[in-house]
C-alpha cells in the first residue's frame, strides 16, 4: 500500500515534568540511502551494518532491486548488496522520497533498458528539471514532457560524463544525484553550481562517502565537484545513527528542562551535526558528548533565535516549533523547504495559536501562549515531529496523522510516547 495512504490520527503526549530520557535511533537516512547506491555501483559485496529500515530507505532499496542489483534486507542489521549489471525495463515509484527521486536517474542513466519513475504529487512539484538537464548533458537519454516525473530514462549501459553546470541551488540532492554515480561514466564528472547558494552539508556528506568507497573527489573549488572515473569496490558500511532524526528528541530536553541522550552519537561525523547542534545551543539547549553519546540538557528556558538554516533545513519544522515556545522572537531564514512545506508549517503552528508569517525564504515567529487543536501534517514526517514537540507543553495537540513519520521513522510514535512516560526508547537504560 502506498506511502500517505494510510492515516493514523494521534494526541501529542504531554510532559507532566523534564524529560530524562536515553534514546538509541536507527540508522541515518542519508548515509543509508548513500551507501545503498554505492554499493549497487561496486565491484563485489557489500554489507550496511544497522542501517534504517523505512519507507524512503524501502523505496531505495526497491529501486536498485528493480535494476538488478541484490538487495538483503532479512537481518535487520546487516544487509547484504551483490552489484550486478543494471538493466531496464523498470519502473521505479519513489512515492515522496526526494532522495529516490534525485539519487537513481544517473544510476537508471548506467542500466541497459528502460527505467521509468513516477511518484506522488507532491514529489513531482519538486525541484528535478536541473537534474534532467545535466544528465541530459552528460550524455543520458531522458523522457520528461513536463521537466519532472513522470518520465523514462533510456539506458544504454554507459554514461558519457564530463563536465556540466547546474543551478542546485533549489536541492543540495541535485548535485548529490551526479556526483554518486559518477564514478562509473566513462568520463567521470565535473559539476559547477551556478546561481543562489546551494546548501553544503549534504554534498559534503557524499564526497565523505564517496572518497570512503575509494573514489577521487576533488571539491577544493567553491561550488565545483569533480569525481574520477574508476570501479568502486564493494565494503563494509557502519551507518551512524540518524542525527537528523534527532532534532525532536533533543528538543523535547530543551522545552522541558530535562535531559536527553542520544546513544551512539558520532564523536566525528560525516553527517551535518556541528552546525545543528549550533543553532540548538544558541536556542538555549546545553549539548555535551559523553562515552554513552550526546546528552542534550534544557536549561529552563528556550531562546528565540535570528539564524540562517540552509545548512541544517532538515531541522526547520523542530526549530520553528520551539521558536513558538521561546522567550523571543525569531526569523529563520535559508530554511529551503519550498512553498508547499513552509505555507504547511505556517498553518499548523497558527492552529495551534502561534504568531507565524512565512515568505518564500523563511519564518518569522513571535512567540505568545498556544493552544490544543489539531494540526494537519500534510504527509510530512518533520511538521508531525514539530506538533509533537510543541505538544509536550501544550495539552491536546491532535495530529491529523502521525503515519507520516514511517517516512524516516517506523516506530517515531512509540518511541516518543515511552520518552515523555519517563522511560526510555531504543535500547532502555537511565541517564
Ligand atoms: O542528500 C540528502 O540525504 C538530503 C539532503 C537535503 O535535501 P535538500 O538539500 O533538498 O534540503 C535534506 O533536506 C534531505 O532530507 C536529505
Ligand atoms: C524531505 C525529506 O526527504 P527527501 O528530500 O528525501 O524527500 C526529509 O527527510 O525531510
Known amino acids: 500500500?502506498?506511502?500517505?495512504?494510510?492515516?493514523?490520527?494521534?494526541?501529542?503526549?504531554?510532559?507532566?515534568?523534564?524529560?530524562?530520557?536515553?534514546?538509541?535511533?536507527?540508522?541515518?537516512?542519508?548515509?543509508?540511502?548513500?551507501?545503498?547506491?554505492?554499493?549497487?555501483?561496486?565491484?563485489?559485496?557489500?554489507?550496511?551494518?544497522?542501517?534504517?529500515?523505512?519507507?524512503?530507505?524501502?523505496?531505495?532499496?526497491?529501486?536498485?532491486?528493480?535494476m538488478g542489483t541484490h538487495v538483503s534486507t532479512v537481518d535487520d542489521n546487516l544487509w547484504l548488496l551483490r552489484s550486478r549489471p543494471l538493466r531496464g525495463p523498470a519502473r521505479i515509484d519513489v512515492e515522496t522520497a526526494g532522495t529516490v527521486m534525485r539519487f537513481l536517474p544517473a544510476v537508471a542513466g548506467l542500466a541497459d533498458g528502460e527505467v521509468t519513475f513516477d511518484g506522488d504529487p507532491r514529489v513531482r512539484s519538486?525541484?528535478?528539471?536541473?537534474?534532467?538537464?545535466?544528465?541530459?548533458?552528460?550524455?543520458?537519454?531522458?523522457?520528461?514532457?513536463?521537466?519532472?516525473?513522470?518520465?523514462?530514462?533510456?539506458?544504454?549501459?554507459?554514461?558519457?560524463?564530463?563536465?556540466?553546470?547546474?543551478?542546485?541551488?533549489?536541492?543540495?540532492q541535485l548535485v548529490s544525484g551526479l556526483l554518486l554515480a559518477a564514478t562509473e561514466f566513462d568520463r567521470g564528472v565535473v559539476v559547477r553550481h551556478v546561481g543562489p547558494p546551494v546548501p553544503k552539508p549534504h554534498i559534503a556528506l557524499t564526497v565523505h562517502m564517496l572518497r570512503a568507497a575509494g573514489a577521487g573527489v576533488?571539491?577544493?573549488?567553491?561550488?565545483?565537484?569533480?569525481?574520477?572515473?574508476?570501479?568502486?569496490?564493494?565494503?563494509?558500511?557502519?551507518?551512524?545513527?540518524?542525527?537528523?532524526?534527532?532534532?525532536?528528541?533533543?528538543?523535547?530536553?530543551?522545552?522541558?528542562?530535562?535531559?536527553?541522550?542520544?546513544?551512539?552519537?558520532?564523536?566525528?561525523?560525516?553527517?551535518?551535526?556541528?552546525?545543528?547542534?549550533?543553532?540548538?545551543?544558541?536556542?538555549?539547549?546545553?549539548?555535551?558528548l559523553t562515552p554513552r553519546g550526546l546528552v542534550m540538557r534544557g536549561s529552563g528556558g528556550v531562546h528565540g533565535l535570528t539564524a540562517d538554516l540552509s545548512g541544517v533545513t532538515e531541522a526547520t519544522p523542530v526549530l520553528a516549533a520551539l521558536a513558538a515556545v521561546a522567550d523571543a522572537p525569531s526569523h529563520l531564514y535559508g530554511v529551503g523547504l519550498g512553498p508547499d512545506r513552509i505555507a504547511a508549517l505556517v498553518t499548523g503552528l497558527t492552529a495551534l495559536g502561534a504568531d507565524v508569517t512565512g515568505d518564500a525564504d523563511g519564518l518569522r515567529i513571535?512567540?505568545?501562549?498556544?493552544?490544543?487543536?489539531?494540526?494537519?501534517?500534510?504527509?510530512d514526517h518533520r511538521l508531525a515531529h514539530a506538533a509533537a514537540v510543541i505538544g509536550l507543553t501544550v495539552g491536546d495537540v491532535r495530529l491529523d496523522d502521525v503515519a507520516c513519520t514511517a517516512k524516516t521513522l517506523p516506530g517515531f510514535p512509540r518511541l516518543w510516547s515511552t520518552m515523555v512516560q519517563g522511560g526510555n526508547g531504543g535500547t532502555g537504560g537511565t541517564d
Open 126 to 172: 519538486r525541484p528535478m528539471a536541473p537534474l534532467i538537464g545535466a544528465l541530459c548533458a552528460l550524455g543520458v537519454r531522458i523522457d520528461a514532457t513536463g521537466g519532472t516525473l513522470p518520465m523514462t530514462v533510456r539506458g544504454i549501459g554507459r554514461v558519457r560524463g564530463g563536465t556540466v553546470t547546474i543551478d542546485a541551488s533549489a536541492s543540495s
Open 366 to 379: 513571535r512567540p505568545r501562549p498556544l493552544r490544543g487543536a489539531t494540526f494537519r501534517t500534510h504527509d
Open 218 to 288: 576533488d571539491d577544493s573549488r567553491p561550488d565545483v565537484w569533480a569525481v574520477e572515473p574508476g570501479r568502486l569496490t564493494g565494503r563494509a558500511w557502519d551507518i551512524e545513527p540518524d542525527l537528523s532524526g534527532a532534532v525532536p528528541f533533543l528538543a523535547a530536553a530543551m522545552v522541558t528542562g530535562g535531559a536527553v541522550t542520544i546513544e551512539g552519537w558520532p564523536p566525528a561525523t560525516g553527517q551535518p551535526a556541528g552546525h545543528l547542534l549550533g543553532v540548538l545551543r544558541r536556542m538555549g539547549g546545553e549539548p555535551a
Open 1 to 66: 500500500m502506498p506511502y500517505g495512504s494510510v492515516h493514523l490520527p494521534w494526541t501529542a503526549p504531554t510532559a507532566s515534568g523534564p524529560i530524562r530520557a536515553v534514546i538509541r535511533l536507527p540508522g541515518s537516512k542519508s548515509m543509508t540511502a548513500r551507501a545503498l547506491v554505492l554499493a549497487a555501483l561496486s565491484l563485489g559485496a557489500s554489507t550496511l551494518r544497522a542501517p534504517l529500515r523505512a519507507r524512503d530507505i524501502e523505496l531505495m532499496a526497491g529501486g536498485l532491486r528493480a
